[in-house]
C-alpha cells in the first residue's frame, strides 16, 4: 500500500522523479529491441535453412572416382539407377535421385550469364518442393520434358519469359578429330521458378536428364545422387546408412558440411548482439537506482516515522522494492508488447522504410533473401523477460536496503 501511494504521489509531492520514466522508456525500448532482434534472428535461420533444404539436397551421395587411362579421376556413377533405387529404401530416406551437374554460360540475344544447370528426371523434379509451387512459378511442370526450367533470376538476368528460347553454351562440347568444339544448344523455356533465394534462382537451370547427359557427354551415368530425408536437423544419422546402401567408394557430403560455417557464423553473431543488448537493458536498469535514490532521499521523513512507529528494516525494504520492481515489470511488458507487435507486423513496417527511404534498403542479390524474415518463438521471449526482469530486481536491491538501514533519529533530527 505505501510503495503504491509513492508510485501515484506528484512530484511536487516527492513522488516518481523523472529518472523513474526515463529508466522506464529505457526498459521498454531495450527489451523490444531484444526480442526484435532475437526474432529477426530466428527468421534468418528458419528462412536460409528452409530455401537450402527445399531446393538442395539433404545429402549428396557421389564416387569417389576411379583413375583413367589418361590420369584423370572419373567421379561419375554408371549404375546411378541401382545407387538411387538402394539409397531410397533407406528408412527414413524420402528421395534419392540422379543428377547430371555442369556449369555453363546462358545467352539470349545480347545478354549472357553463367548458370548451373543441373540434369534431373521429370519425376524428381516434381518431388522437390522449393521448385514445384503454384504461388511463386511460371508455366506447367508437365512441359518440362520439352524444354528447360529456370529459375526466376535468370529469366529476369537475360530477359525471358514463358515460349522463348535460351542458348546453353558449353566449353567442353563435341569431340572432333581437332579437339574438342563447344557445344551450343537452344532450348525452350517451359517452367520459370523461384525459391526464395536470390543465389539460387539467379543462377539454377533443371534440363532433362537424358539431355543433360548428352549435352555433358556422360551417356550412361550420372554425377552424383541426390537425397532428401524425413528429418533434415538429424541428418548424420542417414549418412551411414546411406553410404552403406550405395557400396564400396561412396562418400557423401551433407547440407550442414555445405552451409554448415554460414550457420555457425550466425549463431556467433546472434550471441554477440544478446549480449550487446543485454547490456543496454542493464543500462536502462541503473536508471532506475538513480530515481530509486531520489525517491529515498525525499522520502527520508516517511521512513523515520514509520520506523519509530515499529515499521521493520525488512518492511522499509520491501516498501522501495516494490517501488523500483513495477518500473521493471512495466518496463518490461510494455516492450514485449512493442517487440512482439513489430515483429509481427515487420513487412508493413519495412515496406513503409523502404518507400520513405526511396526503395533499394535491402538488396536480395547481398542478403540472399527477398525479404526481412521475423519470426517470434515463445523461448525467445521468455529469454528477454528473465534477463530485464532479473536486471531490474537485481539493482532495486542496493537502494532499497539503504532506505532500510536508515537511522530514524537521523532521519527526524531535523524535522
Sequence with gaps: MIAWRYLRARRAEGGVSTMTWISLIGIT????????????????????????LGANAHVTVYSQGEVTAQGNIDRTIADFAGWADRIGAVEGVTRAAPLVKGQVMANNVDRNIGVQIFGIRSQDLRTIPGIVNDETATGDIDD???????????????????????????????????????????????????????????????????????FFNKEGSADEIEVMVEDPEKINAYVGPALVAAGEGALAWTWEDSAGSFLRALEIEDNVM???????????????????????????????????????????????FLCGSMTGLVGTALGVILGCLFAIYIDPIFGLVNYLSGGGVWDPSIRGIYALPAELQLGDVLSAVGMSLGLSFIVTIFPARRAARMNPVEALRYE
Excluded: C, H
Design 29 to 52: 525500448l531495450a527489451v523490444a529491441a531484444l526480442i526484435i532482434t532475437l526474432a529477426v534472428r530466428t527468421g534468418f535461420r528458419s528462412e536460409f535453412v528452409g530455401t537450402i
Design 144 to 214: 518440362f520434358e520439352d524444354g528447360v526450367a529456370i529459375g526466376l533470376g535468370v529469366a529476369r538476368e537475360l530477359g525471358l519469359g514463358l515460349g522463348d528460347k535460351i542458348k546453353l553454351i558449353s566449353p567442353n562440347g563435341v569431340k572432333t578429330a581437332f579437339g574438342t568444339s563447344p557445344r551450343v544448344n537452344v532450348y525452350d523455356v517451359t517452367y520459370i521458378f523461384s525459391v526464395g533465394r536470390y543465389d539460387i534462382d539467379a543462377t539454377r537451370v533443371y534440363l532433362p536428364f537424358a539431355e543433360a547427359q548428352s
Design 274 to 320: 544478446f549480449i550487446i543488448l543485454s547490456v543496454l537493458v542493464l543500462i536502462a536498469s541503473m536508471n532506475i537506482v538513480s530515481g530509486l535514490i531520489m525517491l529515498v532521499k525525499n522520502k527520508g521523513r516517511d521512513i523515520g516515522i514509520l520506523r519509530t512507529m515499529g515499521l521493520t528494516e525488512g518492511s522499509v525494504l520491501r516498501v522501495f
